[in-house]
């Protein structure tokens, strides 16, 4: 039986259009899976989205919209988008579903020994959907929403006794049980974790909600948390709810990929849930970080949200992949800028890839037939660092071996001179050439994972005992405006 291979997305509030942001969560997340899957392990992805959030009901009333006919429109657009992206994603969970909604009760049920009920007064961030302490602020606003000004909010909620699993919760991310990427955001848990946790509120009331969400067991004037429901999805899109075969075989996740800004939900309040709940915490947790846009935070009011589908339309989904995987650092903050997007097409692209192999194909169908000859990889061409890299969530690192490895068939190529060797040497030429197919097939294994369909062309072109179609891969931009 293959080893089984758990990766999920975080779900992403609904409440405004996607941009380039979650498009780059959705391919490296993509990426690593497809990794997996190459190496035969049974995978399971999942993606989705978080309807419930009193975000999504605010922006239903702005656009006066029931507010489930809002989630349904704004659910679709994120769906698409997964799909434009041509995701290998498995399953896509909503958090309106019946599965989901079952699932995040029976969680609640089994967490109920450590759920209790007392009245509240705090700073609300609805950008956050969260209490902030006076310690999270910076002058006085939330650092993640610095223009959105906090909620002054006094109710009776309850609360989850996170304080009662501080030194579990340790213990378990300090011996990386569950391990945090990269090392310095497994540190800033750890020291918040060591700096004391409090409980947290774990339901607002209806009242508040407008009515939205999933209804507390046995308490219609409380609604679940929207981040206590929306982490249950990992759990629930397994079958949770009905102790399925799928629950039983998947579950631990074996990875969550997330945004640095929410890596306090899924590295302390997910496993302490878990742990209340008796059920086994994740295996692993990559938060990435954030991206800008030109050198700028994306506003609507500087006019930088870029929308991926909008550059997938004009450069085709494989460059979009191969560019977003190979200029945004895998761990920091890292922008996206037109210009180095374009040059990256070129050089790694059009002038690398593209250009070479269809040079090697162009040689075997003249010199050769069209007869795919066999060969030997070249001298420093290998997945090994590549494996390394993707084994360490490397991503960028990763793809940028790529164009290191075609720059080793491209000399290759100098050195023999096969244009020389086809005038008097027919045997040179084959093993020559056998060797240049054998080394761009094993760089196309690297390929594979982020530019698929470009990949497949490849090895429709290359990878048989007869020469497939050869067709221009990326045509060069002119960038020179």
């Not at 409440?15 to 990426?31: K, L, R, S």
């Not at 609300?124 to 909010?153: M, S, W």
């Not at 929207?226 to 075969?245: I, K, P, Q, R």
Request: a negative charge; hydrophobic letters at 40%; aromatic letters at 10%.
């Amino acid at each position: 039986m293959p080893k089984k291979f758990y990766i999920t997305t975080a779900i992403p509030y609904i409440n405004a259009a996607p941009h380039i942001g979650h498009a780059m969560e959705f391919v490296q997340t993509d990426m690593i899976a497809r990794w997996h899957a190459g190496k035969g392990e049974d995978v399971r992805f999942l993606s989705g989205t978080d309807d419930n959030s009193l975000k999504n009901v605010l922006s239903a009333e702005k656009e006066k919209m029931p507010v489930r006919k809002y989630v349904d429109k704004q659910a679709a657009v994120f769906e698409k988008l997964t799909e434009a992206l041509g995701l290998s994603n498995t399953d896509f969970i909503r958090t309106v579903e019946k599965r989901h909604v079952d699932g995040a009760v029976k969680l609640w049920k089994a967490c109920e020994k450590d759920i209790y009920k007392k009245a509240y007064v705090g700073e609300y961030c609805v950008g956050c959907e969260e209490f902030k302490r006076e310690a999270d602020l910076v002058d006085g606003c939330c650092p993640e929403h610095p223009n959105a000004p906090l909620q002054q909010i006094e109710e009776e909620n309850y609360f989850f006794a996170l304080s009662k699993y501080q030194d579990q919760l340790e213990k378990l991310i300090e011996s990386d049980e569950y391990k945090i990427t990269p090392t310095a955001r497994k540190n800033e848990v750890l020291a918040f974790i060591r700096g004391g946790l409090e409980d947290f509120s774990v339901s607002r009331s209806t009242e508040r909600a407008r009515g939205w969400g999933i209804s507390v067991p046995g308490d219609d004037s409380q609604v679940i948390y929207v981040w206590f429901d929306a982490l249950a999805n990992y759990l629930t899109a397994t079958g949770y709810a009905e102790n399925s075969h799928d629950y039983k075989h998947y579950w631990p996740a074996d990875l969550h990929v997330i945004g640095k800004g929410i890596i306090k939900f899924h590295a302390i309040y997910w496993p302490a849930m878990l742990l209340s709940a008796g059920e086994a915490v994740p295996k692993g947790l990559f938060a990435h970080g954030y991206i800008t846009v030109e050198g700028k935070k994306m506003s609507k009011s500087v006019g930088n949200v870029l929308d991926p589908m909008d550059l997938i339309t004009k450069y085709g989904l494989d460059p979009f992949r191969y560019g977003i995987i190979r200029n945004i650092p895998t761990w920091q903050d890292g922008d996206f800028s037109i210009k180095r997007f374009e040059e990256t097409y070129n050089s790694d692209l059009a002038n690398g890839v593209g250009n070479l192999v269809n040079r090697v194909a162009t040689m075997v169908e003249r010199y050769l037939g069209g007869v795919v000859p066999q060969g030997q990889v070249l001298d420093g061409i290998s997945l090994l660092d590549f494996d390394e890299r993707m084994n360490n969530l490397e991503i960028s690192e990763a793809a940028a071996l790529i164009p290191e490895q075609l720059k080793i068939v491209d000399q290759y190529i100098e050195e023999t001179k096969p244009w020389e060797l086809a005038k008097f040497d027919m045997d040179k030429l084959g093993e020559v050439l056998g060797n240049m197919v054998a080394s761009i097939l094993v760089v196309n294994q690297m390929l594979m994972p982020i530019i698929p369909e470009t990949a497949s062309k490849i090895s429709a072109t290359l990878g048989g005992k007869k020469l497939g179609k050869v067709e221009p891969l990326f045509p060069r931009l002119d960038i020179s405006k």
